[in-house]
């Protein structure tokens, strides 16, 4: 099948390739250098892309997508997956782990499958460890237990410095461009952290729960049509959080690795559970600096 011409795509190719070579010549620095720039240049491109915000929409530019990769022969599983996806996300659902499997692609030459490889690669007999696994977002392995509880221990400070001074109606007041309110991020880093205690008292408590899926960034524009003291919810923020920091500052190292069962991601440990949060939470700090400003 002839593919379309892709001055970007020969490109970005043609860098990968070249930093597969110099890896198997032992020249991991350059190769490093090269990964780094074609990640910088498909990031940037991706960036000044404008995607449209309704779902409806966006579950067409995903068929769109689709279309697109099965040009490029891409995996049939794959695209049956996407398919799902869009699915439900067209009826306003969160596709679950079930339906939209962690991918593992082979480093060397791409092969893909939904499962986790148990055999060596069919394409060049790479052995199944060495695969790329493509969890749902970065966040859940951002941090390491000890980095996850400084994060988790540092952020409620900076919250309430950027809190510090702002009378309540500043705090509430909704931004021209339709976004949150400091209050309704608030409301979420609160909603968000409530979900982080509640998930690991019951991984603690028992083996392997079962953890409910749950659209949190839906919670915080319902609640903000009955607003409460802003005052009152960080309080309660900050309560939750101390709570979770005792009891993970007082866990074995080995009891972060115990796990849970979630909807929506599949097996997750505590540390998964608690990077995940830690990271979460550190891209609404810029939407609060912004804010105050």
């Known amino acids: 099948m002839d593919r379309p011409k892709s001055v970007m795509g020969d490109t970005i190719a043609g860098t990968l390739a070249l ?41 067409g530019e995903i068929m769109r997508a689709i279309g697109a990769l099965s040009i490029l022969e891409a995996d049939k599983s794959l695209l049956a997956a996407l398919q799902h996806g869009a699915a439900a996300m067209a009826e306003e659902r969160l596709p679950l782990i079930d339906v939209t499997p962690n991918p593992y692609v082979c480093r ?33 392995e951002a941090f390491d237990p000890f980095q996850a509880l400084e994060h988790l221990g540092l952020t409620p400070q900076v919250v309430s410095g950027y809190l510090d001074g702002l009378s309540e109606d500043a705090v509430t007041r909704q931004p021209s461009d339709g976004g949150w309110s400091i209050y309704q991020i608030l409301l979420h880093l609160r909603d968000a952290q409530f979900l ?46 101390q709570q979770t920091l005792a009891r993970l500052e007082g866990l074995p190292l080995k009891d972060w ?32 600096a912004k804010l105050r400003l």
């Not at 079962?210 to 524009?221: C, G, N, P």
Request: aromatic share 10%; charged share 15%.
């Open 196 to 241: 982080l205690n509640f998930r690991l008292g019951l991984m603690l408590e028992q083996e392997k729960p079962m953890l409910e899926s749950q659209a949190v960034f839906e919670w915080a524009d319902k609640e903000a049509e009955n607003p409460s003291n802003p005052a009152a919810v960080f309080e309660s923020y900050r309560q939750s959080r």
């Open 108 to 140: 060397t030459c791409g092969f893909i499958v939904l499962v986790k490889p148990a055999a060596a690669c069919p394409g060049c007999s790479a052995h199944p460890s060495t695969f790329q696994t493509f969890l749902p977002v970065y966040w859940l």
């Open 19 to 59: 930093a597969a070579r110099l890896e198997g010549e032992g020249q991991y620095n350059i190769a490093k250098l090269l990964r780094a720039g074609a990640a910088s240049a498909i990031n940037r491109a991706a960036f000044k892309l404008v995607l449209p915000a309704d779902k409806a929409q966006l579950s």
């Open 257 to 288: 690795w115990r796990m849970g069962l979630h909807q929506e991601f599949g097996t997750v440990t505590i540390l998964q559970q608690a990077s995940y949060f830690a990271a979460h939470e550190l891209t609404h700090l810029p939407q609060l």
